[in-house]
């Protein structure tokens, strides 16, 4: 009974953080371990808090275009959709993906701990050849000269405020990055356009999509032998140049399965290779260290915190009526001045000199007529200069 | 509202660049000690220490590898993920009160 209100309360601050932008999950956690509690509650909660969190985060990317750093790559078709009245649909997309990759990831953990030591061990030499080839392909998917140069320039802007940023002391620094490159810059351009939020429709939702939820499973699983920075949102990106996801639901549902799947396997590296390739999981190993042997409990919690809110996420969504209007100017000031107040606190002065940074580097691709996934070189370059 | 296209990615690509180079002068790097070089460096130089942690309470920690140094960690999310006997890397400035160093955390990196 216990164990269950422990989930029940991880469930609970994992939709906090998910709704609420710049709480981070790890923040949580990291908050939770402070608490004299029993360890097995404790690490039933931040499983919980983990679960709930990845499938509640796609509500501020779609509806305010804020995003977290593991679904920033869901960001530009999300909120895309939700300007066409399809909110609705997008989160339904990512919360049905989420849910069947994390079912299908524990499936295949068995495998995973297997694979997952190999693979990191052969990988391990060419990481940085790897990105820097991937890259490549991204930039020349745009097909046109000029554009190619435009975009390079884009990307290479951004990866320098990328270096520029990892190498000050801003606290959280993708936080002011990322809001600035996606909400802040949106937000200005659409003052602009006069871009608002319209009626959400209601219609069914088709579920054609599972061959990129079967993809972003295997994806997932790659994405935990990445050392990089937001590992999930890296593979998402190229993955999506590869796979020629065009349509936004393809799109959704390969970097929400990547980011559910990721988690999953998450676990599978921290046992199989020793690596926390989750915040609120180095956290957890802290205070219990993680046995195969508790595996399949820690993967039910999760399991079970997902699906309970992948549920709670539908019924919310069934009020997205209500952000009708949401966009139009005087909603679009009050998220710019939470964004501002939020990154002030969390990352201080520099903080504030990286989000207005990112937002003017934000501004260029609609501008220039390029793809905006260009301004992931904030991740991309730095990565690269790491495994180098 | 019309916006000139051209005019305002040429204003938001030259806001850029100045951000950067700021961002690039602002980020003075660290220098990387060992405790022991900490624990005799000039006080106010900006080091970037590692060590394991140990005394470890929700304002301050010490950073020991084979000596100790105190840290200040206040108001550092990263600080509430540190615990006795964790491995981290910790960069600051570093401070003298009556005798004694300290390093104000700036940044700490918890392996």
Redesign the interface.
């Known amino acids: 009974m216990l164990q269950l209100l422990a989930v029940a309360a991880g469930i609970l601050l994992g939709a906090l953080s998910g709704l609420i932008p710049g709480v981070h999950s790890?923040?949580v956690a990291?908050?939770l371990?402070?608490l004299p509690l029993p360890p097995e509650l404790l690490t039933y909660i931040i499983v919980a808090v983990l679960g709930a969190h990845i499938v509640f985060q796609f509500f501020p990317s779609v509806f305010l275009s804020i995003p977290d750093d593991t679904v920033v790559a869901s960001v530009l078709p999300g909120h895309r959709m939700a300007l066409e009245g399809r909110g609705r649909e997008a989160i339904n997309v990512c919360v049905f993906s989420a849910v069947v990759a994390s079912a299908s990831s524990a499936l295949l953990l068995p495998f995973s701990l297997w694979f997952i030591p190999m693979a990191y061990a052969a990988m391990q030499p060419y990481l940085g050849p790897i990105l820097i080839a991937a890259s490549i392909f991204l930039l020349a998917s745009e097909r046109e000269a000029r554009k190619i140069l435009l975009a390079l320039?884009v990307f290479l802007?951004s990866g320098?405020?990328g270096i520029?940023?990892m190498?000050?002391?801003v606290?959280?620094p993708l936080f002011p990055a990322f809001s600035g490159l996606f909400a802040a810059s949106g937000i200005l351009l659409s003052?602009?356009s006069?871009q608002e939020i319209p009626p959400q429709k209601s219609g069914r939702t088709q579920f054609d999509f599972l061959r990129f939820v079967a993809a972003g499973v295997m994806l997932g699983m790659l994405s935990d032998l990445l050392p990089g920075i937001a590992a999930p949102a890296q593979i998402a990106i190229f993955a999506s140049a590869v796979l020629v996801a065009s349509e936004a639901r393809n799109f959704l549902a390969l970097v929400s399965s990547i980011a559910a799947s990721h988690a999953v396997f998450a676990f599978a590296a921290l046992v199989s290779i020793g690596k926390a390739r989750e915040?609120a999981l180095?956290?957890m190993n802290?205070i219990v260290p993680v046995q195969l042997g508790s595996l399949p409990a820690l993967i039910g919690v999760m399991l079970l915190a997902i699906g309970v809110s992948a549920y709670l996420m539908t019924m919310l969504v069934r009020r997205a009526g209500e952000l009708q209007g949401l966009g139009t100017r005087e909603a679009n000031w009050g998220i710019l001045a939470y964004l501002i107040c939020a990154v002030a606190i969390?990352s201080g002065a520099?903080g504030l000199?990286?989000f207005?940074?990112a937002t003017?580097?934000g501004?260029?691709p609609p501008?220039?007529g390029i793809r905006r996934t260009h301004v992931m070189g904030l991740i991309i370059v730095p990565s690269i200069m790491l495994s180098l | 509202m019309q916006i000139d296209g051209n005019k305002t990615a040429v204003a938001a690509a030259l806001l850029a660049v100045a951000g950067i180079a700021l961002l690039f002068l602002l980020s003075e790097t660290a220098e990387k000690a060992s405790v022991a070089q900490a624990l005799v460096a000039q006080p106010n130089s900006l080091l970037e220490v590692a060590g394991t942690a140990a005394n470890v309470t929700a304002e301050k920690f010490q950073l020991c590898d084979r000596v100790c140094i105190s840290v200040r960690s206040q108001g550092l999310p990263s600080a509430i993920l540190l615990s006795n006997g964790r491995m981290a890397s910790v960069n600051g400035r570093l401070k003298e009160y009556k005798g004694s160093k300290y390093i104000v955390a700036e940044k700490i990196e918890v392996k």
């Open positions: 790890n923040t990291s908050v371990s402070t320039a802007l320098l405020l520029a940023t190498r000050g002391s606290n959280d003052f602009a006069q915040g180095a956290i802290d969390i520099g000199l990286v207005a940074t003017a580097i501004l260029l501008l220039l």
